[in-house]
Each structure stands twice: as C-alpha cells, then as structure tokens.
C-alpha cells in the first residue's frame, strides 16, 4: 500500500466554494504564479534558530494531499500573516507554496521551506517512490505500514509523528443501525463496508475476525454516492478529522450525523503521514534534522494551539490552487478540533510531541509482516521497529499544551 494511492479522493470536500474562500482577502500578500517561480527573496535577519550552515537553502516537504488541517502544521511555519508573508509563493501550477521558514518566536532560521502537495497533484504516485525518484525531497509524508511494506526497495526512516493516532475510520448510519457500537459491531451484523481497495487495515480486520471478507466492498472512490444511495444500510471508510463534518453539514443527500469507530482503536496502530527521510540520507542530513525537527514540532504545537490564522491561509491555498479540491474555514477548524478531542495529535508515550513509541511499531511489524508476505512483498529480513525510526532528533521539552 503507497501512503495515498488508494485514497484519491478520501478527503474532497462537497462545500459549495463561496464558503471555502472566507479568508482570501486576509493574505493579499501571496501570489499566485506559473511555471516554479522562485519565491520572493527574504533578506530578514536570521533568529536564534539557524539553520543556513547545516540545512539546504531550501527544504522541501512532500505531503500526500493538498493543504488541509491534517498538514497545516507545515504551513504554520511560513509566519503568512506576519513578518514573512510577503515572500511566501503560491505556485497554482506545480501545486507548490514556498517561502521563508520560521521557528514561532524564535524567528526566521534562514533556509526555505518548499511544501509540495500530493494526491492528484502528482498523479497519485506514492510519496516513497517521488523521495527516491527526487533528491531535492527531503523529507515526505510517510505512513508507518507502508514504510513497513517497502523496508527492501525504498527504505525509509521516520524522524517525528505529525499524527500519534491515524484519522482512519469505518462510520455508519446510527439511526439504521442502533446497536452497532463499534467495527466489531459491524462485523456482528453483517454490514457491508465499503473502502479503498488494498487498504493495509481492511486485510487486518479480516485476518483478526473483526469483519468477514464477504462484507466488504473495495469499490468505494471517495464518492459520497454509494452510502447516500444505501441510504444507511452500508458503512463506509472515511477520515474522523473531516467526513463526519462533511456528511452531517455538506453532502446533499445525507446531511445528518453519522457514528464511527477509529481503527486504530481495533488494535492497527500504525503512525500515518511520519515526516520521514530516506534510509541512505539519515547520515547525511543528520546535522539539518538536529535543528530542523525541534522547529517542526514547535509548529505542529503552535498550530494545535491557535490554528485560525494558519487555517485561514491553507483556505486561501486552496483556493488560489483551484484544483477541484475545496476546503473552507469550517472544516479546517473542525479538523483542528478533531484532531485534537481525539488524541489524533497528541505527546507520545514519553511526553515528547511527535515521538514514537518502539514496542508500539515493533507491534505493527509483526501484524505486517504476515500481510506483506502474502501480498509478494516481503518486508525485509531480520526488519525491526529501530530500523523504521527514531526519536534522535526530537526535542524532549517540545509538548502540546493544555487548553
């Protein structure tokens, strides 16, 4: 499984677009440009946070989808609505924003950051295979069960969780089906399930009991269409941080709420969309990521903090991309919400945001491994849970803070 191949459409909003463009007019400072213009240059002075000697003058960040909440924290650290907005560039084209990078309070730190968007944007190849295919990619979004599964070919190593639980779900109509609680529920009914075919989870919860084979349907899309048109009788993949805003306020045809069980709850606890690097490279890059992984913690806690003002210009990103995917201010503050009422992003187990638990990945190896060898991808022999990460680099003060 890729980290987004089988989700190409898993988190296209239905919001009509006037009311995905609420805040276009408070980052008049962006431009939207063609062909990977370079963005404006930024002679600021650097803070006490540099990283000119020992990162490249740019870094760039492969996601694997366009802006929404889940990657927000990146797009925090380019300071848009303060002193760096005016060299931050949209590349509606390439699907690229690039500007100066900052470390909150600290300051600039003297390099760039580039963040490039997945999905669609870049024919929904996997972001593993773009990091071996592109040296200038420094890190990418890197899901732990698929670093699992490409441990032989394209080794990877992830250096901070952005999400310590994954937003995948299974949800369902609570009217249609009162007694169903949870996946197991499910299971017991003999409810139909849909989802993305090869999803890693989905041969999980077969091989565990959890459903039968013949419930599930691997022809969902992303389209609200078929569990609308069931009109409840089907349960249906999603993620917790936006279809259930999306299904109760957005799709026509539905427009109530649903119920739904995060599957990381069922016991697959894998760590999606890691901010990783390619194994041959953690040597190499080791001086950058000493100093670059604190900043990117400290952004993903300065977003989950006050995430307005950052949601407010991932929405005028999408808008300026106008790329078919729309996102406004309220799903984006909903996601935010979610991601925190959930635990989604939250401290590891040792107190330290962004970090990874061994015995947890050292779990999911030895789900995976009986998986990936069915399927004909072994995963590499002798693999163990040291050799998908580490928490080397993170700042052991660095927390999310208590609202």
């Not at 999980?204 to 599930?216: A, C, F, M, P, V």
């Not at 599957?263 to 000493?290: I, M, N, P, W």
């Amino acid at each position: 499984m890729t980290e987004h191949m089988n989700e190409p459409l898993r988190r296209r909003s239905r919001r009509v677009p006037s009311a995905s463009v609420l805040a276009v007019g408070a980052f008049v400072a962006l431009t939207a440009c063609t062909g990977g213009d370079a963005p404006s240059p930024y002679d600021g002075e650097i803070g006490s946070t540099d990283l000119s000697a020992s990162c490249p003058d740019t870094v760039t960040v492969q996601v694997d989808w366009f802006p929404g909440a889940e990657e927000a924290h990146l797009y925090e650290l380019f300071d848009a609505s303060g002193e760096g907005a005016d060299a931050v560039t949209v590349d509606a084209d390439a699907k690229r924003v690039t500007g100066p990078l900052f470390d909150g309070d600290n300051g600039y730190t003297g390099v760039d950051l580039e963040i490039r968007s997945g999905g669609p944007a870049i024919g929904n190849q996997s972001v593993t295979s773009l990091m071996y295919q592109d040296p200038d990619i420094m890190l990418g979004y890197v899901n732990m069960d698929s670093a699992v599964q490409h441990s032989t070919d394209m080794p990877t190593v992830s250096v901070m969780s952005t999400l310590d639980k994954s937003p995948h779900m299974i949800m369902w109509d609570p009217e249609t089906h009162p007694d169903v609680h949870a996946i197991e529920d499910l299971g017991d009914e003999g409810v139909d399930v849909l989802y993305f075919s090869d999803e890693t989870y989905m041969k999980y919860l077969i091989g565990e009991g959890i459903l039968d084979e013949s419930q599930t349907d691997s022809s969902y899309d992303g389209s609200p269409s078929n569990f609308v048109a069931s009109d409840g009788e089907k349960a249906q993949q999603g993620f917790s941080s936006t279809e259930p805003y999306q299904y109760e306020h957005e799709v026509e045809g539905w427009m109530r709420p649903v119920d739904y069980q995060l599957v990381h709850d069922t016991g697959f606890q894998t760590y999606k969309s890691t901010l990783a690097v390619k194994a041959d490279q953690l040597e190499t890059q080791s001086d950058c990521l000493r100093g670059l992984v604190p900043v990117f913690q400290r952004g993903l806690a300065d977003y989950m903090d006050t995430p307005e003002d950052t949601n407010s210009f991932i929405v005028d990103v999408v808008d300026q991309f106008n790329a078919g995917w729309i996102y406004g201010v309220d799903i984006a503050d909903y996601g935010a919400t979610t991601m925190r009422d959930e635990g989604l992003v939250a401290n590891g187990t040792d107190g330290t945001l962004g970090s990874f638990d061994g015995s947890r990945v050292s779990t999911l190896v030895d789900q995976l491994g009986p998986i990936f060898a069915v399927q004909g991808t072994p995963v590499a022999h002798g693999l163990i849970s040291e050799d998908l990460y580490t928490n080397e680099f993170l700042d052991t003060a660095v927390t999310l803070r208590k609202r």
